[in-house]
């Protein structure tokens, strides 16, 4: 699913790499610590210069975000530029809570081997216990 995948443009055909950032089941569901939420993912290269990325995938509930005033807090808004904007996995009575690995993927600009640093900026720091158990990867 998360195979590279061929750039198009200017530059030929260079493998690209996916990124991905999943909260598995696995990291636990008790005390409602299973929710996937940041602000930004911002990538750098070895230059220090921003990697674009672009939303590529994502699980049901992150895909679908939770509605708040109106708005999805879908996983598009982790790479949107701006901090005050997050996502928010899907949940509610609606929603069955447990049920699903919360990830979202997305591809970047650059081909493999450039990047340097990955930032997440979390919604809130008050939620940084929620990213106990989630991990970043190249898929
Ligand atoms: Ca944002």
Redesign the pocket.
């Known amino acids: 699913m998360f195979a590279e995948h061929a750039a198009k443009g200017s530059r030929g055909a260079l493998p690209r790499m996916l990124l991905k950032l999943e909260r598995p089941l696995s990291a636990g569901t008790g005390n409602d610590m299973h929710h996937l939420h940041v ?2 993912i911002e990538v750098l290269d070895v230059s220090g210069a921003k990697i674009e990325l672009r939303p590529h995938d994502a699980s049901p509930f992150v895909k679908k975000g939770y509605r708040s005033e109106g708005v999805f807090l879908s996983y598009e ?2 790479v ?1 530029g ?5 996502t928010h996995n899907d949940f509610g009575p609606d929603v069955q809570y447990g049920s699903e690995d919360h990830w979202m993927a997305f591809s970047l600009a650059e081909p493999h081997g450039t990047v340097r640093e990955v930032h997440i900026v979390a919604k809130q720091p008050a939620w940084f216990c929620r990213a106990v158990g989630a991990r970043i990867s190249p898929a």
């Open positions: 602000s930004e808004k982790a949107d701006d901090s005050a904007t997050a």
